[in-house]
């Protein structure tokens, strides 16, 4: 779908169509991070990257990352102090230490990026830098945006639908 010269209706197609995009996208990356190791799900995927991206944070600062209870994230913690992917370092009592990715985690995780970055390669094989740069502004400027609920939820809508099958 082009887009230009927006409307309220075409914007709330736009939407709709991203979310429908998102999904897709979603659905690749969890298949994706499947089948390079099953050891590890996508939720303890994803706790790796924040290890690696935040050294010394803590369960809470993972759980409230991700939104998620603090015993979801021991438990996913649990596991991958059990894999030998991420330790705890520091001598602080209690719970709350710093985690940190081991060799191994980090072994795991720079194979995992590079097997996700093939993926994303492939598919941007015929796009100019341009474009590649412009879609990595985009959605960087996305994942920074502060998610509030709009004040009148906008109609779900298929992307597939044209401007006139649109209700206002």
């Known amino acids: 779908m082009q887009h230009s010269g927006f409307t309220p209706v075409v914007r709330t197609a736009a939407a709709a169509e991203i979310v429908h995009e998102l999904v897709l996208v979603s659905r690749r990356g969890v298949a994706d991070v499947r089948s390079f190791d099953a050891r590890v799900s996508l939720a303890e995927q994803s706790i790796l990257l924040h290890i690696a991206i935040n050294p010394g944070c803590r369960s809470t600062d993972i759980a409230a990352e991700f939104a998620l209870n603090r015993s979801t994230v021991s438990r996913q913690l649990g596991d991958l102090i059990r894999l030998g992917l991420v330790v705890e370092v520091g001598d602080s ?22 097997s996700l970055q093939v ?32 004040q009148e939820p906008a109609q779900p809508l298929s992307p597939h639908l044209t401007d006139t099958e649109v209700k206002e």
């Open 119 to 150: 993926g994303v390669d492939t598919r941007l094989a015929d796009w100019t830098d341009a474009d590649v740069g412009a879609f990595a502004d985009a959605l960087a400027r996305f994942n920074r945006a502060t998610a509030t609920p709009p």
């Open 93 to 114: 009592p209690g719970r709350g230490r710093p985690l940190e990715l081991s060799d191994e985690g980090w072994k795991h995780y720079n194979a995992a990026i590079r």
